[in-house]
């Protein structure tokens, strides 16, 4: 597979386009960069599959609007300084299953010059499971990418063994040796439900289906490294059929007339509308599956208001909870990530360096957006800022283990954690609350799940003072659990004070000076006390189901506490002494231990642990 698809090299920008069975996808990509960055992307809404019935046959007039398609494409490519033989065509199944296929890819040729590559099923199911790795940092778990016409299964291992590589002795992903491609895809499976006259032929279907998806699960050799503690697997679904399902799930939680629930006391969206790196649990699914499993496609597609679901999607909805409710039955789901990697962004991600690939794109990004900026960190100044934050806490928050992924998301943290500094006092933590939210610079940088997102926006919040007048921010806090808050406002608080003593040279004038840190830690919480002195019996619950569901957010072992003891240099320091910043050091004690929402405008308790307390020592 890999030498027919990626003999010929690329170089940036380079134009990629992904002609599915659903729609065609265009993109335009500037760099050959981890994080994938797109100067472009459109989607033509031609749906190849639906177009050729049930005779195979692609019509004229559809390979008319793909080409119009493509020439506006090339026109594009054009305007963006892109070399016309920099452009890669990919097709798969709907092309694959088509009678007049090499018609249709001879006209695209003669109207283009481009050279359409057919992926195999094989190749699609390698290429999907390449998207989906692409658009995290690590993936250990099943993939499954759903399109219109095809499936495809397989599992991806980012710890992998010597054996089951994708491209030769160097490459760093393991994947199934064995992965495979399936013809229930959401449009072929709905069109073969609505030929269903009977229940005892839906039966039969659901029974099809079932089998060949347990021919998958035994031929996919599946490592026993993969199953959870519980004995289930992670799940890293891709395509549109079920990305249609992951937007669903977030209207459910906000909107309960789509799936009724016992109560609510939810007043708005779900604050991340951003679908890769959503995640749910595997029960939440099937309760999700079962309940529009059976709902009619036509009723769906005149009712069913959600964003990002368009009606044709919506009426698709149906065939996908059937093929969820079979997937479920055959394998034993804990957790479904989201993903907006597919064919395309696997095709891309192949192109990428061994080294890159093994680059995390969270930190790739951030650094490519901050070096834009005239306010970004010198080298000295990050290396300075993130020894002082690194001794200022105990190390286990820092370990890969950890629940808060603190190793990776305190240096992207602290990368931007100048980025807002001049704007107006009264936005800056406003306007870094939101910096990898679904309205910030950052939205669109693979490699975070919602969780991760939620503590680096409470991170930056606090950094610039905690106080944001922003209906949403209870939700982002409830995705961290009360013990993540806790450490995300010490650390944010302490990022303040550095801060506050040389704002200029952040990091290497705290060290200069002399003001020292020293850690002392315990062996249990100071106080876990999970209620404030001032909350009441009918004050709301600080519970919510948007909150992810991770039993480490909630286990001591994981968040120990601990004293930091700030001692004063001896000699007078302007940078210390001055009453701007002892205010911030005098005030951090209380700050950190606030019992309260600082954001939050009705005040609700906050009934966090106190895990962090502050003495000052002066010499």
């Not at 499971?129 to 940092?137: E, K, T």
Request: aromatic letters at 8%.
């Amino acid at each position: 597979m890999t030498s027919r698809i990626f003999t010929e090299a690329v170089d940036a920008p380079f134009g990629i386009v992904d002609m599915g069975s659903n729609g065609i996808r265009f993109g335009i990509v500037s760099s050959l960069a981890r994080h994938l960055p797109v100067a472009y992307e459109e989607r033509a809404p031609i749906a190849l599959l639906d177009a050729q019935g049930d005779d195979r046959i692609i019509p004229s007039e559809t390979m008319d609007q793909v080409i119009t398609s493509f020439l506006r494409f090339k026109q594009l490519c054009t305007d963006a300084h892109v070399e016309m033989d920099h452009v890669r065509v990919i097709a798969t199944e709907a092309t694959r299953v088509a009678v007049n296929s090499k018609e249709f890819l001879d006209r695209i040729y003669q109207a283009t010059g481009w050279n359409v590559l057919l992926l195999s099923k094989q190749e699609e199911a390698l290429i999907s499971a390449s998207g989906i790795v692409g658009s995290f940092s690590d993936v250990n778990g099943l993939t499954m990418d759903l399109g219109g016409g095809s499936v495809e299964v397989s599992y991806v291992m980012t710890n992998p063994n010597p054996e089951n590589k994708l491209d030769g002795d160097e490459y760093s992903i393991s994947v199934s040796p064995n992965p495979v491609s399936l013809p229930y895809g959401a449009a072929a499976l709905k069109r073969r439900l609505g030929k269903c006259e009977s229940e005892k032929e839906m039966d039969s279907l659901y029974e099809e289906v079932v089998s060949e998806l347990k021919k998958a699960h035994d031929n996919a050799e599946l490592p026993k490294s993969l199953l959870d503690s519980k004995g289930g697997y992670k799940v890293y679904m891709s395509g549109g059929g079920f990305r249609a399902l992951g937007y669903l799930s977030m209207a459910v939680k906000a909107q309960d007339k789509l799936l009724p629930k016992r109560s609510t006391k939810r007043k708005q969206m779900y604050p991340i509308p951003i679908i890769n790196g959503y995640s749910m649990t595997g029960a939440e699914l099937k309760t999700l599956a079962k309940h529009y499993r059976y709902k009619d496609p036509q009723d769906l597609m005149k009712k069913l208001n959600v964003f990002r679901v368009s009606k044709r999607r919506a009426g698709m909805i149906p065939a996908s909870c059937f093929l969820v409710c079979a997937i479920l039955e055959v394998f034993k789901v804990s957790t479904i990530y989201f993903s907006e990697g597919g064919v395309r962004q696997g095709f891309c991600y192949q192109l990428l360096s061994t080294e890159e690939q093994r680059k995390d794109p969270l930190l790739e990004g951030v650094k490519t957006y901050t070096s834009q900026s005239e306010f970004a960190l010198t080298q000295d100044e990050f290396d300075s800022i993130y020894a002082i934050l690194a001794n200022a806490l105990p190390e286990i928050y820092l370990e890969h283990r950890h629940p808060l992924q603190l190793h990776r998301l305190l240096p992207a943290a602290i990368h931007v954690s100048n980025q807002t500094s001049h704007y107006p006092k009264e936005t800056r933590a406003f306007v870094a609350f939101h910096t990898f939210l679904a309205s910030g610079p950052l939205a669109n940088l693979p490699g975070l799940t919602h969780r991760e997102r939620a503590i680096l926006s409470i991170l930056l919040a606090f950094r610039q003072g905690g106080k944001v007048p922003d209906p949403i921010f209870y939700s982002v806090q409830a995705m961290v659990g009360r013990k993540g808050i806790s450490v995300c406002k010490y650390i944010g608080r302490l990022m303040e004070l550095v801060f506050a003593v040389s704002p200029l040279r952040p990091g290497v004038g705290l060290i200069e000076s002399g003001i020292s840190f020293t850690t002392i830690v315990s062996d249990g919480t100071m106080n876990d006390d999970n209620s404030s002195s001032d909350s009441s019996s009918d004050e709301e619950e600080d519970d919510d189901d948007d909150t992810e569901k991770d039993e480490n957010l909630e286990d001591p072992t994981y968040f120990p506490s601990m004293q930091l003891r700030i001692t004063l240099p001896e000699r007078d320091s302007p940078l210390v002494n001055a009453s701007a910043v002892m205010s911030v050091i005098e005030s951090l004690d209380k700050k950190v231990n606030t019992k309260k929402f600082d954001m939050d405008e009705y005040r609700r308790p906050l009934k966090c642990p106190t895990l962090f307390s502050v003495e000052i020592v002066r010499n």
